[in-house]
């Protein structure tokens, strides 16, 4: 059988760790795309040499990452396409940056990392996930639905609308052969947590704990299986319950 082929974005550290190397573990070719150059922490085979340097924030830049990516692709197929990079900038001492102490250029940042590119990167691979008859997974964020404590305005609004795109998604490209949805983490134990989130978990939280990085990843490698085959346009929420 033809090896199937994921493109994944933030598989440095966290959810997008855990979904790599759970993939590379089912026997999937993981391609990841980050600003930085290829992380060592990732532990899957080929890294390396599947690891495509290209900064999600810098638009103008998007052409050539694309003809790299495709240059990656020679039959011309992606099975999956993981849109898991995301940023939420911070205030001094780890402050949440609301409407007030937000600037242009923190809007902008956060929506060309977080909206943008996912558009983008979609539109330019659309030919290759529809000749694969593939799956798109874009990662929400619960602070896309609710005021959330940690994550600023420019984070939640661009997590909002990620949702938006991704039904739009799934209408426009569901006759091409390729399935759209989300999965919207909640409070979940990785390196970027802010101060005071575990706490907040087991008050808030019905399942009183934080989930796990690998729990996330199974979700999204179910909506990227042959078991998830006529889900379309959902949004998974992980979480333990938060939501309710």
Not at 32 to 52: D, I, K
Not at 57 to 65: T, W, Y
Request: aromatic fraction near 6%; glycine fraction near 12%; charge should be neutral.
């Amino acid at each position: 059988m033809t090896q199937r082929i994921m493109l994944l974005t933030g598989a440095s550290r966290g959810i997008g760790h855990a979904t790599g190397k759970l993939f590379a573990d089912n026997g999937w070719r993981v391609l990841t795309l980050s600003r930085q150059a290829f992380s060592p922490r990732c532990p899957w085979l080929g890294g390396p040499e599947n690891h495509v340097q290209l900064d999600l924030g810098n638009i103008e830049h998007f052409g050539p990452g694309l003809e790299e990516i495709r240059r990656r692709l020679p039959d011309g197929r992606l099975d999956a396409l993981v849109n898991n990079a995301g940023i939420s900038p911070k205030g001094p001492g780890g402050a949440r940056l609301g409407v007030l102490n937000s600037d242009y250029a923190t809007w902008l940042g956060v929506f060309n990392v977080n909206l943008f590119s996912t558009a983008l990167l979609a539109k330019g691979l659309i030919d290759c996930l529809s000749a694969a008859q593939g799956s798109i997974v874009n990662v929400t964020s619960i602070a896309g639905t609710r005021v959330h404590p940690y994550a600023g305005a420019a984070y939640a609004s661009s997590k909002a609308a990620l949702l938006t795109l991704t039904r739009e998604m799934a209408a426009e490209f569901a006759p091409l052969g390729v399935r759209t949805n989300a999965i919207s983490p909640g409070e979940i134990d990785t390196a970027i947590l802010s101060p005071g989130t575990a706490a907040f978990a087991d008050r808030e939280v019905p399942m009183r704990r934080l989930g796990k990085p690998s729990e996330v990843a199974s979700a999204i490698y179910f909506l990227c299986s042959d078991a998830a085959s006529y889900v379309n346009g959902t949004e998974l929420h992980i979480n333990g319950g938060q939501h309710v």
